[in-house]
């Protein structure tokens, strides 16, 4: 932790970058993101194994960015979401730094996307075996039982749109949900807007998502959103061999093709 | 508020014997928006266009839907109809109640629903309709040919000829092609070089024609009319406008033992060479891989000896840019070498050549002056074996298409060969003969008759040495398919006829697509032969499919026809059906956040990046944009965009959301 | 891996040398090659003349019985049980519904599992075989593949059915030269070797003149038949040619175990009817 | 059950099968009049949302349909619509929608007949289902 605060330290003294963006105190046993500009707040930071939102989500808020350069202190997912971004032509390479803590406290700073490449092609990107577990017990089930558990969840959506301002992926100047001429989802929070709401957003994540986890995190009525992002990110993976936040420059799976891509269902 | 007017089509009695048409146009005239509704017997008729001309005026329509035949058929008679009287022709639609409803349901309720259904769709799509320009692109008259061959030739003379400037790259150091490496030509016997070479001489001389030999195509940009490429000139190591092509150097050269390309590898050739004598452009390259002086850095004679000093050790390639209109590609096409037919021995024994090997044989210009010698000892052969089809039309071998050529040259070269060694003996092996040409099945039946060529219907199971022999073995199928030996001195192969090395490249380059063998493909197989899937993009010649002389010159002179008509206007006019990024006030200006997912998806590479600039310069964002001129309109960007910032014109998000809902009678335009 | 061990009855008969060899060198090589219980006739030419259930239903029970005793592959040293056997597979791996059926005629469930390797393949498949070579078989030598060991192509998939090569490079492993020659994959005349000696003379004729007139001091084969042909017609074949001629016929894995110092009885050479004798080398000539 | 008519929507290509459609209609086939075409220049263009607006305005039923893979006419657009389609329809299935509902396929310009025969079967298949009421019934455009 000391190691953190003291690069933290480094780097605003010397006016490397002008804000670390990290871990401090939340409420009670949780963490919540702090925006350390200054050499002497560096001590706010903390890192432990209850830090868990991807700090990326920041990268693209225009009100954090306009502070300045910024040193973002990254968990796996945080690293990957970098490389997507810069896949997506949203961000620029060393235009941030990422420190990422490693069990012990040390930090390794990385400052290039090919630096943040290397460092992910080391860690375990696939679903952990706890997850693709969970999807399986859902894709087992029939398909009422489906249609049941998820119409349940949905009746609960406020549509409040948290998922999508926890999402880092979700940096749309205008979504879908807005677009009024027409109007793609019904803005009411009624079961049709709800569905199509959250299937539209499942599609637009489709081979981008990077599974951080903080869409579930995010919703207040606890809609388990991340299992759909998951379905869809072994989908990619297991029919396109594609995975996303691996490369600053990639093929994305949705919007290129091969032409052997396998199907059993057009005939 | 929408002012559409609905005409309903009986078309004779194909929709009103089972669509109540009456029905039709009353219920439409109820859909919110109709001003006028009506039906007619024949809508395409003279009266029934005038029907829609008079109605546009008099009630001032804002939109036209025809309730009549599919768009495929009659949409420009329609929107033709409307421009007349006034009308932007992209505010009429078609509504498909013939071939999607009358011919296909019986007489009933439910048919004539559903033609009332269609007719609300395409009414709720027209009333989002936008007046739309057609989209005018300049053209550059000039076009680029791809390949000196035959066909390159034969298309870069007829579009100069035309009065248009041609830019003809041939990656050989002369022009020529296969066919100056050809000994006589079928079915005529005349001698390929004396027909050729004038040809190739007037290209050089022709005041349109932009040659560069020893070139090929590095990249090509932009679309039809506007095309921009970058043409390597390699370097030839001398000074082509000082070179005079007295070949001194050639004659004093003192590496010369290089196997010759031109003579298929069976001749020799200093490493500072012109291929054949009668090359255009006659001035030499050096073959840096073999030169005395690039290999080892001593020699230099022939700059030395040249007498107006030409050598340039130290040339470099060149990057040549142009603006080109249109593309002639004409690569031509290749024989299949290499390690193809062990069974055969070809490659193993040097007796065993490919059709080429024999043209230069029989060449007058070729390494044994004409005579018939075979490559190992130099003997005349007295027997020798053509065998036809030596990987063509064989699935075991990957090539199950007809080489085409084969049956007609290997008749040639039994012929030739009779004509020069009396007393030889000559055996064809074939499949089948395929002589379909004018005056080809004749040439064929000479070489049997009058020449005493002996056919024999049979595959080739084996070939190989026994005793300075090649043993021949086959089964003659028509006779019990008593097997066969041969012993022969000379075995030439009608190998497979094939695509040029690098051909997939190339058509990387062109956007131009190509089939399983590699062989460019036509737009069209039947009704666009000389036409590819890229706008001003044409195809001459071998590199579509194996093809003999005549045909390559006709349809190059085809593809020159294309590039002329192309030329004869000064703009080009297109349906504006294209995608649209969209633009807004500041501070958005767009609302593309140019994630430029959508780059890949376009298989036109039309989509651009644009930077949105403040007065003083500085980037604000970057954002999509499509090129009008290169976008075709299939509309994946438009699917794939999140924010729905791209949307195309004609089938815009407004339109087919409108129809979604009309077709199920929900929304706005329910009735 | 469990790898079993098809004989069929050649090797059980005339070829027992073949199998001895191959027996002494596997268990030079460490490994062992149990015979797949209860195994029964591979239906061999006679069955697909008369009956294609019955051609399918023979090697599928032999394979069945494999499986089901856990051996993820056979190795069929005889070219023509091998022929049959991966027919067999191909064939019913490419079709569910004769699967089914001929699984219910052998009243077993074939899947399809083992895998049918022939002597080449198994052989190349021993990493490092050139260290076990102790006395370099230096000798010019033809091999000869015969028809069925990489015919059909579409079935077998291991070497190129014209100028096959996968023999000739285990040879080089053995310290032999192979030669370059016409007859690799001609026809030795097979199984007319009873009712047509005439023929086999004349076409097994042909193999040894262009193996001998190419320098080739023995013929190497796998396949019984083959050696059948070659060896035990000799005399027929002399007849036939007019003259005498000496080249002995050596399988595979005679040629393998004399390379691996395993002296000649042990490898059946005393069996065969053209006595081998081949005069010593060093390793330059 | 044996008066529903079911409303089936198909979302089509303008080269392929609208031409295919066409022919169906050239060579005086019949269909089951419960399916109308909505035309597209290209799969590629076949917007999801626009599936799901169908379903939301009380289609029982939809057919995809494009050019074969290798026929595009702008060479590659239905092997995009192919990746989204895959994906497209695994969601739905996870989220317990019965994507027999959504019926995908290829039909040329020379395949009249298949065009017949995949209509005849999806309406067989969607009469089999029944209307959908499950889907019609979430709250939704006029479906007060």
Partial sequence: MEDLRNKARELLAAKAVQVVVGYGRGTGASRRAVFIQSAAEAGELLFDNACRQNLAVYLMKPEVRKLGKMALVAIPATLRTILQLASENQIQDLELLALVPDASGAVTQLATFAAIEAHVVLQDNDLSAAEKGELQKYEIMGMEQRRQFWEEHFSRCLKCYACRAACPLCYCSRCTVECNQPQWIPVPAHDLGNLEWNIMRAMHLAGRCINCGDCSRACPVGIPLHLLNQKLISEVYTHFNSRSGMAAKADHAMSTFKPNDAEDFIR | ?671 | MKTGFYPGCSMKGSAREYSESLLAVARELGRELPEVPDWNCCGATAAHNIDTDLALALPARILAAAEKDGMNEVLVPCAACYSRLSVTRHELLDDEALRNKISGLVEADYQGTAKVVNIIEWLASIPDLEAWVKKPFAHRVACYYGCLLVRPPGVVKFDRPEEPQSMDLLLKKMGAEPIDWAFKTECCGAGFSVSRTDLVAKLSGLILEDAVSRGAEAVIVACPMCHLNLDMRRPQIEKQVGKKINIPVIYITQALGLAMGIPARKLGLQRHKVAVKLSPRTAES | MSDFNPKIVAFVCNWCTYAGADLTGTSRMKYSPQVSIIRFPCTGRIDFMLLLKAFASGADGIIVSGCHPNDCHYSSGNFHARRRWIVFRSLLDFLGIDVRRVRFSWVSAAEGAKWAQLVNETAEQIRLLGPFKRYHQLRGLGVE
């Fill in chain 2, 1 to 671: 508020m929408a002012r559409i007017g609905v005409f309903v089509c009986h078309c004779g009695e194909n929709i009103s014997a089972t669509v109540d048409v009456k029905k039709v146009a009353e219920a439409a005239s109820r859909i919110p928006g109709v001003a006028h509704s009506v039906e007619y017997k024949y809508m395409c008729s003279d009266p029934g266009q005038q029907m829609i001309r008079n109605a546009i005026r008099e009630k001032n329509l804002t939109g036209v839907v025809v309730a009549a035949c599919s768009p495929r058929m009659h949409e420009p008679t329609f929107r033709r109809a409307c421009a007349e009287a006034g009308l932007n022709p992209f505010l009429c639609e078609m509504a498909n109640i013939r071939e999607h409803c009358s011919w296909v349901h019986e007489k009933s309720e439910a048919t004539t629903h559903k033609a009332f259904d269609i007719v609300r769709t395409l009414v709720a799509k027209v009333k989002r309709n936008k007046a739309l320009l057609p989209i005018k692109v300049p053209v550059t008259k000039t076009a680029l040919v791809l390949g000196g061959g035959i066909a390159g030739i034969q298309a870069s003379l007829d579009i100069a000829n035309s009065g248009h400037k041609v830019i003809l790259v041939e990656k050989e150091p002369s022009i020529g092609g296969h066919m100056s490496q050809l000994s006589e030509t079928f079915p005529t016997l005349d001698c390929s070089q004396c027909i050729l070479t004038p040809r190739m001489v007037e290209v050089a001389q022709h005041p349109n024609i932009t040659l560069h030999s020893y070139s090929e195509l590095e990249s090509m940009d932009g679309f039809i009319g506007n095309f921009k490429v970058r043409i390597r000139k390699k370097a030839r190591s001398l000074d082509e406008k000082l070179c005079t092509g007295c070949g001194l150097c050639v004659q004093k050269c003192p590496s010369k033992k290089i196997s010759s390309e031109f003579d298929a590898g069976l001749g020799l050739r200093p490493a500072i060479y012109v291929p054949f004598p009668q090359a255009v452009p006659n001035k030499p390259v050096i073959d840096r891989e073999h030169c005395t002086y690039y290999r080892t850095g001593k020699c230099r004679l022939c700059e030395k000896i040249c007498p107006t000093q030409a050598i340039r050790f130290d040339q470099e390639d060149e990057i040549i840019e142009a603006d080109i209109g249109a593309v002639v590609v004409a690569t031509g096409f290749d024989i299949k070498h290499g390690d193809f037919f062990p069974e055969y021995g070809y490659g193993k024994y040097k007796d065993v050549i490919d059709g080429l090997q024999f043209e230069r044989l029989a060449s007058a210009s070729g390494p044994t002056l004409g005579e018939i010698r075979r490559p190992s000892d130099g003997q005349v052969p007295q027997t020798v074996v053509f065998v036809a089809c030596a990987g063509s039309r064989d699935p075991a071998k990957g090539i199950e298409y007809c080489s085409k050529i084969c049956c007609m040259y290997t008749a040639k070269h039994a012929m030739l060969y009779k004509h020069k060694v009396h007393h030889g003996k000559p055996f064809v092996f074939y499949m089948d003969i395929r002589a379909g040409g004018k005056m080809y099945e004749e040439f064929v039946r000479r070489a049997m008759e009058e020449d005493g060529v002996q056919y024999i219907r049979s595959r080739v199971s084996r070939i190989y040495e026994r005793g300075g022999k090649l043993v021949v073995k086959g089964a003659d199928t028509l006779l019990g398919s008593r097997p066969l030996e041969i012993e022969a001195d000379l075995v030439v192969l009608a190998t497979a006829g094939v695509a040029q090395a690098g051909a997939e490249q190339l058509a990387q380059r062109l956007h131009v697509s190509f089939d399983a063998h590699k062989f460019y493909a036509e737009a069209h197989p039947k009704l666009r032969p000389v036409e590819t899937n890229t706008a001003g993009i044409f195809l001459a010649g071998a590199c579509q499919a194996p093809k003999d002389i005549p045909e390559s010159v006709a349809q190059a002179s085809g593809a020159a026809a294309k590039v002329a008509i192309l030329f004869s206007q000064s703009e080009l006019v297109r349906e504006p059906l294209i995608a649209v990024v969209d633009r807004q006030a500041p501070p958005l200006y767009s609302s593309c956040v140019g994630c430029f997912l959508c780059q890949p998806s376009c298989p036109y590479q039309a989509i651009e990046k644009e930077e949105i600039r403040d007065r003083d310069g500085q980037l604000i964002k970057t954002i999509a944009k499509v090129n009008p001129g290169l976008c075709q309109g299939c509309g994946t960007c438009v699917a794939l965009c999140r924010t729905k910032s791209i949307d195309i014109q004609g089938f815009s998000h407004e339109q087919v959301y409108a129809e979604v809902l009309a077709l199920l009678n929900r929304g706005e335009d329910n009735v």
